[in-house]
């Protein structure tokens, strides 16, 4: 993990390393998991599941993505 590395929803570097590429923001309570250059955002369910959070924070870099793709 990068020592500069913030959260992407609260801005916060209290950031805990969970597993081999997951991550976990003390700030806002939110799991992140980093394989290679691509984030993935999610929420942990009161269950202990996980919710996809990608489609709120990445949706901008996807349509410039698709724009530059036409």
Request: aromatic content about 10%; charged content about 25%; some cysteine.
């Amino acid at each position: 993990m990068d020592l500069s590395m913030r959260c992407p929803n609260c801005n916060s570097r209290d950031i805990g390393k969970i597993g081999s590429h997951q991550y976990y923001c003390w700030g806002c309570f939110i799991e992140l998991t980093i394989n290679g250059d691509k984030m993935s955002v999610y929420q942990v369910e009161e269950d202990g599941t996980l919710s996809s959070l990608d489609d709120l924070f990445f949706e901008e870099e996807i349509v410039q993505q698709q724009v530059h793709a036409n």
